[in-house]
């Protein structure tokens, strides 16, 4: 049957339904207003968190107060998002590559920070647990955060001006296998644990006077030192090597200057799972870092192969001492001042608090209880200040500026706040080391945060518990979920719990920065460079490579076209000409496996091999203008045994 759409047009847009039907939107905006139109009052109790409406543009630029750069675990690299929003921003390629960033090896500086250098193969996953904020007098400063790669052993650095990655660095004589990673009061060293006990080059088991079954065990570990220039510039300085592996570490400031202090979860130097339980405590240790230098210096240590220059030093030649902790540690951290530190066993309901004070005057009194591989154990009661039961799998410790320390549960699935011991009851004036409030988690808290909770001057106010399982929190979304932070306010007892956001895959440690540090300085384009290169392709006959100068700008490519024989090396060297925001080209090539970005007024290159001909077309992978699907240009590729100089790509008369 044929709909006459003129007569249908004319019925209801007669003068008559159009009367009615406004009629009877204005009766549902009196009457269920409250439900076509929300109110931040309506939706949320009038709280102080609650979203305006209708939202007004820039409202989470002008309100948010912290970055967080949270680790990405499997996914290589940091997330990024705003606070108290908890609005996703960015994410930050480093050890994996990130196609929807940029960050692939095509671009011949990416795949240079991927390579191994003493194998020369490219690793393009990673798995990033602890970033940490580069510091002055350990207080954040905002230049860079460096991050730990667990999977193959290598530390990257993102400058905060472009939140790009600027340097990885490979650390030597081990597989792979970090875990702690932190960094010291002045940004000048890095240190990183060894967690997965290695069988080493046997220059390294001679010089520690151990016997290494690779295939039996026991196995080695120890920790690394990474040494920070002025510009960020990072370069191997030492490794402590020890007959046990480190989960781990903190680099201390003001009365724990001048030490690393680490965990180790298997002191029983087994090879499987089960016997990790089997001793009723683990360790703690205290590495003097002054001795480390003094043994450089009296040279007492030795070199590899691989790394010949990199001092490696044995346990025996260093001043260090530990002290028994609860059973399977996994955090360590320090309190503002540098005195308390705090280690839970994950294995128990026990978290131990030592003062560090104390720790001082047990070495100088040698207050020791016995030693084992020569290292003197200092005597745990002198140094505790506490040992709360808290609950069940107690994973990791934050603090504030209130003089309250945080601490996450597993199993539990909640977090305790906690007063500390002096100074800082002068702050809060609660009984120290004794529960002030219980925030409760959804589900099974892994690491937590407080906005500069691992400096001298942490900021509070915040808290987020970041959870290792989702469960029934967000909609259904298959087997596998997304992780949950949640985002508290601890200005006040009782915590209030603001928003809970859902993000990828899987979060480790993360750092919070306040806006005001970072944005006045973000980099919102490149520079145009100094020296134009003007668009042509070159020729070379004796390598075999086709020099594409391309610039890049809306909508066009130039130049749009070039040739090349088969299976030549292409090399295109792409400079953007843009300089307005936001801007950002891609470029991709059919059948190849190309894509990059190009930030405005960025310089990049891009290698490929010409190894499939046939015409094809590369183009901008952004929406980046209304003819975006325009800009695209032709790569030809001659066939083998057709080419001819005069095939050569020439400009347009």
Not at 207 to 213: A, I, K, P, T, Y
Not at 220 to 226: E, K, L, M, Q, T
Not at 433 to 456: E, F, I, Q, R, T
Not at 485 to 491: A, C, M, P, T
Request: net charge negative; glycine share 10%.
């Amino acid at each position: 049957m044929a709909i006459d759409g003129a007569a249908l047009r004319r019925r209801f847009l007669s003068p008559g339904t159009v009367a009615a039907s406004l009629a009877g939107l204005l009766i549902g905006v009196v009457v269920f207003g409250f439900i076509i139109r929300p109110t931040t009052s309506a939706l949320s109790g009038a709280s102080e968190y609650g979203r305006p409406y209708p939202m007004p543009h820039q409202y989470w630029a002008n309100t948010d107060e912290f970055y967080v750069f949270a680790s990405g675990g499997q996914q290589g690299g940091l997330y990024v998002y705003g606070v108290p929003s908890m609005k996703y921003l960015s994410e930050i390629p480093i050890f994996a590559e990130d196609e929807a960033w940029g960050w692939t090896t095509e671009d011949p500086q990416v795949k240079a920070m991927m390579t191994n250098p003493w194998t020369g193969k490219v690793a393009t996953r990673g798995d990033t647990h602890h970033p940490a904020m580069s510091r002055q007098n350990a207080e954040y400063d905002g230049r860079w955060v460096f991050v730990n790669d667990k999977m193959y052993g290598r530390v990257g650095r993102v400058d905060l001006d472009t939140f790009r990655t600027g340097q990885i660095l490979w650390i030597p004589n081990i597989t792979g296998g970090i875990h702690g990673h932190g960094i010291g009061p002045d940004s000048k060293l890095i240190g990183v644990n060894i967690e997965h006990e290695q069988a080493p080059d046997p220059v390294i088991s001679n010089h520690l006077g151990l016997e290494v079954d690779p295939i039996k065990g026991p196995y080695v570990g120890g920790f690394v030192g990474i040494n920070v220039a002025d510009d960020g510039t990072m370069k191997n300085a030492w490794q402590v090597w020890s007959p046990w592996q480190h989960d781990m570490l903190r680099i201390g400031w003001g009365l724990s200057d001048g030490w690393v202090i680490n965990t180790s979860y298997n002191t029983e130097r087994a090879t499987s799972a089960v016997p990790m339980f089997g001793s009723e405590q683990d360790y703690l240790y205290f590495w003097n870092l002054a001795s480390i230098e003094k043994a450089i210096a009296e040279r007492k240590y030795v070199t590899t192969p691989q790394a010949p220059d990199v001092p490696v030093i044995s346990w025996k030649d260093v001043e260090v001492y530990m002290t028994t902790i609860p059973l399977n540690p996994h955090g360590v951290d320090v309190s503002p001042t540098g005195r308390y530190l705090l280690t839970g066993g994950k294995a128990t309901t026990l978290v131990a608090a030592l003062d560090f004070e104390k720790v001082l005057q047990a070495i100088q009194e040698k207050r020791f209880t016995g030693e084992e591989f020569g290292i003197p154990i200092i005597e745990q009661d002198f140094v505790r200040s506490a040992t709360m039961d808290l609950g069940l799998g107690p994973t990791h410790v934050e603090f504030d500026d209130k003089g309250f320390a945080y601490v996450g549960f597993f199993v539990d699935s909640d977090n305790k706040k906690v007063p500390l011991g002096p100074p800082y009851t002068e702050k809060h004036g609660m009984e120290a080391w004794k529960v002030a409030d219980v925030l409760p988690a959804h589900y099974s808290v892994g690491h937590l945060l407080v906005p500069g909770g691992d400096s001298a001057s942490p900021y509070g106010k915040y808290f987020i518990s970041m959870n290792k399982l989702t469960k029934d929190t967000f909609l259904p979304h298959g087997p596998m979920r997304t992780e949950n932070h949640e985002l508290y306010d601890v200005s006040q007892i009782p915590a209030k719990l603001i928003d809970q956001m859902a993000l990828g895959p899987e979060t480790h440690y993360s750092q919070a920065i306040p806006v005001a540090m970072i944005a006045p300085k973000t980099q919102a384009v490149y520079a145009p460079p100094t020296t134009v290169e003007q668009p042509r392709v070159e020729y070379d006959y004796d390598s075999e490579t086709v020099r594409v100068y391309m610039e890049v700008v809306r909508s066009f490519f130039t130049p749009d076209a070039f040739t090349v024989p088969e299976g030549w090396h292409v090399v295109l060297k792409m400079t953007s000409r843009e300089q307005a925001l936001d801007i950002t080209h891609g470029f991709a090539v059919d059948g190849y496996d190309v894509a990059v970005s190009l930030d405005p007024g960025e310089v990049k290159e891009v290698t490929l091999v010409a190894d499939k001909p046939g015409v094809h077309w590369f183009y901008c992978l952004w929406f980046c203008s209304e003819l975006h699907m325009e800009m695209r240009g032709r790569m030809i590729v001659i066939p083998e045994g057709e080419w001819s100089p005069a095939l050569e790509w020439q400009p347009p008369a």
